[in-house]
């Protein structure tokens, strides 16, 4: 079996490869068995009635056919026949029936199934039924609370950003434009390139907290994975921005019995809040600062 067949083997229950639960199933994450199984269950023997004056249902007998039994030489949907490929160890005992076809017991195939080497899970519509973790597993990682603080950076440096000498020396060039000696412009420009070298700064600390947030993101993924959370919610899902990620990791979390889930979203909040007050406080400044410049150079105003 090659590496591409590891990745094709979805995530789900498959019968146990541990010999101490025999009969028993366990979880496969996709890549690896993890520590979730279940024993077997039993499953009655179905009686059939054969109508009225009909007696008890006899008990088979051997080389008789039994609905759902398997007989030397016949083959069933998944079985695994002599000189057939065995898959590699490491990956489930046999791939689960809907691998290529629907089985019995499986999603769209509206039969129960007749063994417990079947998945018991009752899906709709395909749905993958993951394991919860074990009670009293945290949710929160260190990586996670940077990936939140990290958003703070881009909004302290605006407010380092100079906006007030800019916007005066654009209006000391326009008022200046009118005097005998024409327009003063070293001082413009001087004021205007030190305002595109700090904007220039701004995109490059914007791209260096971009890509930290993924990296961060991407740690705090595995080691939620280490702690048991089954297919948590993808690193990936970053790009968009770490509101998304830090919102479906907490949905997720919650879904596998996570706990402190709740609280990312809070940090995400009061970070949100902070840096909005903290824009407000340096629009304010500004305009306070474009006030003044104008009372100087236009007359009648304070």
């Known amino acids: 079996?090659?590496?591409?067949?590891?990745?094709?083997?979805?995530?789900?229950?498959?019968p146990d490869p541990d010999p101490s639960n025999p009969g028993g199933q366990r979880w496969w994450d996709g890549m690896r068995w993890t520590e979730h199984s279940r024993p077997a269950v039993p499953t009655a023997q179905p009686l059939y009635d054969g109508g009225p004056?009909?007696?008890?249902?006899?008990?088979?007998q051997?080389?008789?056919?039994?609905?759902?039994?398997?007989?030397?030489?016949?083959?069933?949907?998944?079985?695994?026949?002599?000189?057939?490929?065995?898959?590699a160890a490491g990956q489930p005992g046999s791939f689960p029936a809907g691998y290529g076809q629907s089985g019995y017991g499986q999603p769209g195939n509206g039969q129960a199934g007749y063994g417990p080497g079947y998945p018991q899970v009752a899906l709709q519509q395909g749905a993958v039924a993951y394991p919860p973790v074990a009670p009293g597993t945290s949710a929160l990682t260190w990586s996670v609370w940077l990936v939140v603080g990290l958003q703070l950076l881009s909004v302290i440096g605006y407010l380092f950003l100079d906006f007030s000498s800019y916007v005066r020396a654009v209006l000391a060039l326009s008022a200046s434009g009118s005097s005998p000696e024409g327009p003063d412009v070293s001082r413009f420009t001087s004021s205007l390139s030190g305002f595109v070298v700090g904007v220039l700064l701004l995109d490059v600390l914007a791209l260096v907290i971009y890509g930290l947030t993924v990296?961060?993101?991407?740690?705090?993924?595995?080691?939620?994975?280490?702690?048991?959370?089954?297919?948590?919610?993808?690193?990936?899902?970053?790009?968009?921005?770490?509101?998304?990620?830090?919102?479906?990791?907490?949905?997720?979390a919650r879904r596998r019995g996570g706990r402190d889930v709740m609280w990312p979203i809070w940090a995400l909040v009061a970070v949100t809040v902070i840096a909005i007050v903290l824009v407000v406080i340096k629009v304010v400044t500004i305009l306070s600062a474009v006030s003044s410049t104008i009372g100087g150079y236009v007359p009648g105003v304070s």
């Open 1 to 14: 079996m090659t590496d591409s067949h590891q990745q094709q083997t979805p995530p789900a229950w498959y």
């Open 53 to 60: 004056g009909a007696g008890p249902a006899a008990a088979p």
């Open 62 to 87: 051997p080389g008789s056919a039994q609905p759902g039994s398997t007989q030397p030489g016949s083959t069933q949907p998944g079985a695994t026949q002599p000189g057939q490929a065995q898959p």
């Open 215 to 252: 990296m961060f993101a991407y740690f705090d993924w595995r080691e939620l994975q280490r702690r048991g959370f089954a297919h948590p919610f993808h690193w990936a899902w970053t790009f968009l921005g770490p509101i998304v990620y830090v919102i479906g990791r907490t949905v997720v």
